[in-house]
């Protein structure tokens, strides 16, 4: 009887096992594909039209849709490729856009979540102005956040000079600064429960040692939070990644802005949002692969998920 | 600072300390010479613990001085981190650093206090894991440690900041029974080289065997002190004798 129910598992656990690296060689495949695709797509329209003249595609659509016509029952599916390429290299100059706003705002976030954090875990006054800061960036709409930086005030016209021309368009400049403040209020929500979540004797063993209190945070304590907090961290970066569409209300031509306006001309808003949202997903699925990555590379063994706690 | 009255290594004078309205530590006065190993012993919520955070201030003291090597320590112009650098403290817990190997472990205090670079700190480390037996699990995390090994890390850490006074605070007490002789051991070595140790432990035989003297702390005062023979053998207070009976029973 036994014999039977071993061999299931067994094969089971192999049917698993194949089609996860089935799973894993497609998800490669497809990132190669759509990182190779943009990285060319760039280089050509930055460098004056290197392969193709400038926003022109790759493979004319034209030559797709003959293809497919000549393929019986494919031709359908043909026709969407054909509209795809029409328009991908002008959703390539927003999908920059929405990296770049996306990149720069996880990443000066981060620079200012960090103090606000041990602030708000160890600070005595510093604390309330913590709590203020991220409550209130936390407590109002980002679209909000936004208008008052565009419209209120106006951070746009006080773009300086060397900056100027940088973006497209200087709204841009506001979004950024937008997506700074705001996301620094999440990320620093993110951080202060990780750093909660470290073992206080480790403090009290580091100020035993001579370390000062700023040393011992620094050297024992967020070595360890920022390691907890790359999980939720994550989440905050593919929110961006998500929620940098709202700048499109305040005219910065990212991704989602891109697409509203060729949408608006050709009428083909179905295709055109699956389009960019297939384009989105790339993002937040290179994003999460990415930071599953630094998870593994910097996990200490018996620390955090491991068996030590 | 210095002050030819206080030739002692450590001198506790009329230390009372308070949490609140409650009052942990009465009045305590005691002294250690260089080389002494001091055991504190008595119930739980006594003031051992309070008492040791006091010698290295994590806990501040309500009245009375506390002299290390003949310099006051206690008072608001003391610079806790200079006082920390000559006093170790070793913890229950361990409380070893958690993403830092054994070796790193070691080095954080020559480095980040003492300002020594990488190699002489390391170097320093090395001969302190060697010390506590350690040197093949240098580059283990405190997560790869069995308990023992992580309190062994505890005493190296503490020691390699090359401190006049070391402090323990029940430090076999988290440990399963056959690990504990391991660490005793290495207390038992540093006793022997001449570290001044002021010890909290519920470990009989080790008090018996290394102590020079033993202090009985009961309600934040001390009820009896004197040589480890006299506590256990000839106690003058009826509380030693109860307590100590107790304690050694529970124990073997
Ligand atoms: N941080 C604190 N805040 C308030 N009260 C405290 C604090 N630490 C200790 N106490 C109280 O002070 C008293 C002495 O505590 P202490 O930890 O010094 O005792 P102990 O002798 O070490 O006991 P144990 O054997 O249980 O470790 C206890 O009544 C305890 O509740
Ligand atoms: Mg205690």
């Known amino acids: ?134 409550e209130l ?96 961290w994550t989440n905050e970066l593919i929110y961006l990644i998500k929620y940098s569409s709202l700048a499109a209300f305040i005219t910065v031509p990212e991704l989602f802005k891109r697409a509203n306006d060729i949408a608006s001309s050709n009428f083909r808003y179905t295709a055109m949002f699956t389009i960019t949202a297939v384009l989105y997903l790339a993002l937040v699925i290179t994003a999460s692969r990415m930071m599953n990555y630094v998870e593994d590379r910097t996990a200490i063994p018996g620390l955090g998920t491991g068996s030590g706690r | 600072m210095s ?61 009375g001085n506390i002299y290390l090597d003949g310099e006051r320590i206690t008072g608001p112009d003391v610079d806790v981190n200079e006082l920390r650098k000559e006093v170790g403290m070793v913890f229950q817990d361990f409380n070893l650093f958690a993403h830092l190997t054994a070796r790193q472990n070691i080095m954080l205090g020559p480095r980040r206090v003492l300002g020594l670079d990488k190699e002489e700190a390391g170097k320093r480390a090395d001969e302190h894991l060697e010390m506590v037996g350690l040197t093949p699990q240098a580059d283990s995390y405190p997560g790869e440690l069995s308990g023992g090994q992580q309190q062994r890390v505890g005493i190296a850490r503490a020691l390699a900041m090359e401190p006049k006074l070391m402090l323990f605070d029940e430090p076999t007490s988290a440990l399963d029974p056959e690990l504990i002789g391991e660490v005793l051991e290495v207390m038992r070595d540093l006793a022997d080289r001449g570290m001044t140790m002021l010890v909290v432990t519920h470990e009989m035989s080790f008090a018996r065997e290394v102590a020079s003297e033993m202090l009985f702390l009961d309600g934040g005062k001390i009820v009896e002190r004197g040589p480890p023979e006299q506590l256990f053998d000839r106690p003058e207070e009826d509380r030693t004798a109860s307590f100590l009976r107790r304690i050694t029973e529970m124990h073997s």
């Open chain 1, 1 to 134: 009887m036994s014999e039977p129910v071993v061999d299931t598992t067994h094969e089971e656990g192999e049917t698993r096992l194949s089609t996860g690296g089935l799973g894993r060689t497609l998800l490669v495949a497809a990132g190669v594909v759509f990182w190779g695709w943009l990285l060319l797509r760039w280089a050509n329209d930055w460098l004056g039209g290197l392969f193709v003249p400038v926003g022109q595609p790759f493979v004319a659509p034209a030559t797709i849709e003959s293809l497919g016509a000549s393929i019986p029952g494919l031709a359908g599916a043909f026709d969407a490729l054909a509209f795809a390429v029409e328009y991908l290299p002008a959703l390539s100059e927003g999908l920059w856009l929405t990296l770049v706003l996306t990149v720069l705002g996880i990443f000066f976030g981060f620079f200012i979540a960090v103090p606000l954090s041990v602030a708000r875990v160890y600070g005595n006054l510093s604390k309330y102005v913590s709590l203020l800061y991220t």
């Open chain 1, 137 to 232: 960036l936390r407590g109002t709409p980002l679209l909000a956040q936004l208008f008052v930086l565009y419209f209120g005030l106006n951070i746009s016209g006080y773009v300086p000079g060397f900056l100027d021309g940088v973006f497209a368009n200087n709204a841009a400049w506001a979004a950024l600064v937008g997506f700074i403040l705001n996301s620094a209020a999440y990320q620093s929500e993110y951080i202060r429960s990780a750093l909660q979540s470290v073992d206080t004797g480790q403090l009290t063993a580091g100020r035993a040692i001579g370390l000062s209190k700023v040393d011992a945070i620094r050297y024992v304590v967020l070595p360890q939070g920022l390691r907890f907090a790359i999980p939720g």
């Open chain 2, 3 to 63: 002050d030819n009255e206080h030739t002692y290594l450590l001198e506790v004078d009329r230390v009372s300390q308070s949490y609140g309205t409650e009052k942990v530590l009465r009045d305590i006065s005691f002294e250690m010479d260089r080389g002494d190993v001091t055991v504190l012993v008595g119930p739980s919520g006594s003031g051992k613990s309070t008492m040791l955070r006091c010698v290295n201030r994590l806990t501040e003291i309500d009245s």
